[in-house]
């Protein structure tokens, strides 16, 4: 993959030769400042103040706390900068749009942040909700500091060139949205979007889906897009009716989701050009077994929990295996991995997909093998940070 590729993905670039199959949107620029303030560490809508002082004193509450930024003579007010030509830009936008806008960066939407909005949706009324979610996403800052990350050039990251880009808000059926990947101009796989659920409709309507989406590849985008490798999102709204959302680079940067990328690279031999009978893989979820944890859901959720789940911290790990002083018997690594994977897992769905996943989990639990350790969680103590989350 080359800073090609990725560039004729950006959504400035894109966005005119098939504005008429996507939906309708708004591309503003944004100035060095405002970018400078988006890469800034601190969440400072404009026009709201906040105090920040340079102290590593524990506080022992939050009206402590209250008190003691307003004593503290290093206590600092951070004001952020108004930015009255894009705040304009917005309101416009939005009003053109009818009222309402999904907000993304070039690239990336800030779809991890989708948890910090009222309404725990992407759907902006106003400038500050967009600020908000652009401030408090990953993905943002992605876009922001490694835009080339994974680029064979990769020469430097973008230093300007950054747009946000307003699209009309529509209640959008996450089943009926897919991957769609493209290998030398040949429509190859199809994926579910939505990975951490299952659309029983899907196994009923699966031929119907992937022919509408083949023959509409064919005729709308086939020949249009620059590169010959590369991925678009759909949503599939009707029958024979299908919309265009995005374009993504063919390769690391952009998520596989069911599909692995060496599956991809190796496409089977039997796919033809112009057809609109689809001949390539067609996944999705076909039951409770195969639902996938959601990324974005980990945002959510304490990074001492991430951490632990994902293997990023060893340290956690060590907590963990040295219960094995405190208990009766001994504790093996496989059978401690497994009894918290299983744990972290389940707190992770119960709080993210309650209530729906409680009658998945029930049925992942009657299948998950039994852990012969005698393992009472309160005998590890509260310097345990697994224990310390659980007992809180």
């Not at 590593?56 to 009255?84: K, V």
């Not at 880009?165 to 009926?176: A, E, T």
Request: hydrophobic residues 40%.
């Amino acid at each position: 993959m080359k800073r090609e590729h990725v560039l004729n993905c950006n959504f400035s670039v894109w966005y005119p030769k098939f504005k008429n199959i996507t939906i309708r949107s708004r591309v503003i620029p944004l100035s060095k400042e405002f970018v400078d303030y988006l890469k800034a560490d601190n969440v400072v809508l404009p026009g709201e103040p906040v105090v920040t002082r340079n102290s590593d004193d524990e506080i022992e509450s939050d009206s402590d706390e209250w008190q003691a930024l307003e004593e503290d003579p290093s206590a600092q007010t951070i004001f952020a900068p108004e930015f009255n030509e894009i705040d304009s830009g917005i309101k416009e936008a939005i009003l053109d749009l009818n009222g309402s806008a999904f907000p993304k960066l070039n690239w990336r939407a800030p779809l991890d942040a989708s948890w910090i909005s009222f309404d725990g949706t992407l759907k902006c009324n106003s400038p500050n909700d967009i600020y908000l979610l652009l401030k408090s996403s990953d993905n943002i800052s992605q876009v922001l500091f490694e835009t080339f990350k994974h680029c064979e050039d990769a020469e430097g990251e973008l230093q300007d060139g950054f747009e946000l880009v307003l699209r009309k808000w529509k209640d959008i059926n996450p089943g009926m949205e897919f991957r769609c990947f493209v290998k030398d101009r040949k429509l190859i796989a199809i994926s579910q979007r939505d990975v951490a659920s299952c659309y029983e409709f899907l196994a009923q309507n699966e031929e119907d889906i992937c022919n509408d989406i083949a023959k509409f590849f064919n005729k709308k985008i086939a020949y249009k897009f620059p590169d010959s490798s590369y991925t678009f999102d759909v949503y599939r709204y009707a029958n024979q009716k299908v919309l265009l959302i995005d374009f993504n680079p063919f390769g690391a940067q952009t998520d596989p989701l069911l599909f692995t990328w060496e599956e991809l690279t190796d496409p089977p031999s039997t796919i033809s050009d112009n057809d609109d009978e689809f001949k390539g893989v067609f996944k999705y979820v076909t039951g409770s077994a195969g639902v996938q944890p959601n990324p974005a859901y980990l945002s959510r959720m304490p990074t001492d929990i991430v951490d632990l789940a994902c293997g990023n911290d060893m340290n956690k790990l060590v907590d963990l295996l040295k219960a094995r002083d405190l208990i009766g018997q001994p504790v093996y690594y496989e059978d401690l991995l497994l009894l918290m994977n299983v744990i972290i897992m389940n707190v992770i769905i119960l709080i993210t997909c309650l209530p729906d996943s409680i009658l998945k989990l029930e049925e992942e639990l009657m299948r998950t093998p039994k852990v012969s350790v005698n393992l009472d969680i309160k005998d590890l103590g509260p310097n345990c940070c697994f224990c310390g989350i659980l007992m809180g």
